[in-house]
């Protein structure tokens, strides 16, 4: 399927049926953290990225298929609020299914009602929040031209006040960037006006896209949740006690692909024949068990396995 991935194990919303918007990395971001990759399309302009009929067609046979799914989400490439046609594919998303919605953006449209209006089709928005400073906003993020964390944060409460869904603001912290105290103390004042029903704090996990996105220790990251307040939660792994087969094969085929020779995301997922941000998941996983690592060759991540460890597996 080319728009419709998964369900994969999400740390927020277990089991996840992903619907991309956008064509692979076109966003109004370029965020240091990203694991996708660079933005090689940053852009503000909304248009029909894809064709609606054919979103829904996949999702029809991608429901067809009664595996176990928790939560549709429109995420992936990259910033889903940028496809023109959100709104009618949220509403013809309800006439298919009665599965929670979810939508995960970096909220920097929101200051634009129509896009508000849109979203308020869903059960559950998911917008960041990484910084309430213009200048790390720009060092972490690296906004399109002419886009500022005061109109950004300013979208996300006004959209707060209407919507009937829940609200969870993800912060992603990154050491030496945006945990100091006077920074998350302008995140707490901004979180104030917005009131989300959560406040969930990543750090980074998965390989960036730059080195200098580096992760908080595990007490580093209680210490900001203590300064966020109550509802400030830190995102906890994904609890894959029972593997379904499809993983288990998917993360086998990873490991053979990576034995043979070095791949980047890209050679995976288009070997797997799976979406990048499914290919992700699996590589994620497989880097926390230490079976594959990975080296940077130019502006690309060439991932490997690691022959002894895998061995002992066997």
């Avoid at 995140?187 to 996990?205: D, M």
């Amino acid at each position: 399927m080319k728009y419709i991935f998964g369900p994969v194990p999400s740390r927020r919303l277990g089991s996840s049926l992903g619907i991309d918007l956008i064509p692979f990395k076109t966003c109004s971001f370029n965020c240091i953290y990203c694991q996708l990759g660079r933005t090689t399309t940053r852009t503000i302009s909304r248009k029909e990225y894809t064709p609606v009929k054919a979103i829904l067609s996949e999702l029809k046979e991608a429901l067809r298929r009664k595996r176990p799914i928790d939560n549709l989400t429109l995420s992936g490439s990259g910033e889903p609020t940028l496809n023109s046609r959100l709104g009618k594919i949220i509403r013809e998303i309800r006439k298919l299914t009665t599965l929670p919605l979810a939508v995960l953006t970096n909220g920097s449209l929101l200051f634009q009602e129509k896009v508000r209006e849109e979203l308020k089709g869903a059960d559950l928005v998911i917008p960041s929040l990484d910084s309430a400073v213009q200048s790390t906003f720009e060092q972490i993020n690296r906004p399109f031209k002419g886009l500022h964390i005061d109109q950004i944060i300013d979208g996300i409460r006004v959209f707060s006040q209407d919507f009937k869904g829940n609200i969870y603001l993800e912060i992603m912290m990154i050491k030496g960037i945006n945990d100091a105290q006077a920074e998350v103390k302008r995140l707490a004042e901004a979180l104030s006006g917005i009131n989300p029903a959560k406040v969930q704090l990543n750090t980074v996990v998965r390989p960036p896209v730059e080195s200098s996105a580096r992760p908080l220790t595990i007490t580093e990251m209680k210490a900001i949740k203590e300064m966020l307040g109550n509802r400030a939660e830190i995102i906890s792994e994904y609890d894959r006690t029972e593997f379904s087969g499809y993983e288990i094969e998917a993360e086998s085929e990873i490991i053979k692909l990576v034995l043979r020779r070095p791949a980047t995301l890209t050679d995976l997922s288009n070997s797997l024949g799976i979406h990048p941000a499914e290919a992700v998941k699996y590589i994620e996983t497989l880097t926390q068990k230490g079976l594959i690592g990975y080296k940077e060759y130019g502006k690309e991540k060439f991932y490997r396995a690691y022959p002894r460890k895998v061995k002992c597996l066997s």
